[in-house]
Nanobody, 124 residues
Framework: QVQLVESGGGLVQAGGSLRLSCAAS????????MSWYRQAPGKQRELVAL???????TYADSVKGRFTISGDNAKNTVYLQMNNLTPEDTAVYYC??????????????????WGQGTQVTVSS
């Protein structure tokens, strides 16, 4: 199937920056979109940013102007540059990929996959 490997989380002081990466591997025919979600303790998972295969981006209002999502189609990788971080950004960040995969018998199917999550902690 498809595996998503995330990296780049960690501990940073308020006002600092982090860059998350997510690489997708497996029998991927094409990628429709890749995105980042986050889930803080006691809260629901929320969409942070999304990028389509055509480069169209969408951001949560809370991160506009501070976070930038970008992708490398050749590497099936998505990045999330996070600047001017605040304690409210503390959460587990999850990568999501909406991809077309190849199945047995030459069949293809659109599916969504999740990464394992990476912790981002912002201290005040």
């Amino acid at each position: 199937q498809v595996q998503l490997v995330e990296s780049g989380g960690g501990l940073v002081q308020a006002g600092g920056s982090l860059r998350l990466s997510c690489a997708a591997s497996g029998i991927i025919i094409s990628i429709n979109a890749m995105s980042w979600y986050r889930q803080a303790p006691g809260k629901q998972r929320e969409l942070v940013a999304l990028i389509t295969s055509g480069g169209t981006t969408t951001y949560a209002d809370s991160v506009k102007g501070r976070f930038t999502i970008s992708g490398d189609n050749a590497k099936n990788t998505v990045y999330l540059q996070m600047n001017n971080l605040t304690p409210e950004d503390t959460a587990v960040y999850y990568c999501n990929a909406d991809v077309v995969v190849g199945l047995a018998g030459g069949v293809s199917s659109s599916r969504r996959y999740w990464g394992q999550g990476t912790q981002v902690t912002v201290s005040s």
